[in-house]
């Protein structure tokens, strides 16, 4: 029943469709959806102390070619330090 539904898909759409094109799909329409100061925008940013240059890069990446995702995010000029002990004497800022 599985491969019969799916041949019939196949058949509709005309090809086989890979998670990587649904991707480019969404992307497209996403694009048509969202106004342009909300869209969703990859996520990829600098890890940096301030007043210094990258220290690394932070990312989520897709599996087929390694890009960053897109996501929904919200950024503000105003930031504030973040504190994360990592143990009893060790804390990260």
Same mark, same amino acid.
């Given at each position: 029943?599985e491969?019969?539904?799916r041949?019939?898909?196949?058949?509709a759409i005309?090809?086989?469709?890979?998670?990587?094109d649904?991707?480019?799909?969404?992307d497209f329409h996403?694009?048509?959806?969202?106004?342009? %100061?909300? @869209?969703?925008q990859a996520?990829?940013?600098?890890?940096r102390?301030?007043? &210094?240059?990258?220290?690394?890069? !932070?990312s989520?990446?897709?599996n087929d %070619?390694? @890009?960053p995702i897109?996501t929904t995010?919200?950024?503000?000029?105003?930031? &504030?330090?973040?504190?994360m002990p !990592?143990?009893?004497s060790?804390?990260?800022?």
């Amino acid at each position: 029943v599985e491969d019969m539904l799916r041949d019939q898909l196949v058949k509709a759409i005309g090809s086989v469709v890979s998670a990587n094109d649904f991707a480019k799909y969404m992307d497209f329409h996403k694009r048509q959806l969202f106004r342009s %100061d909300v @869209q969703p925008q990859a996520f990829s940013y600098a890890i940096r102390r301030p007043n &210094h240059y990258p220290d690394g890069i !932070l990312s989520i990446e897709s599996n087929d %070619d390694a @890009q960053p995702i897109r996501t929904t995010t919200v950024h503000r000029e105003v930031g &504030h330090v973040m504190n994360m002990p !990592l143990a009893s004497s060790v804390n990260v800022q």
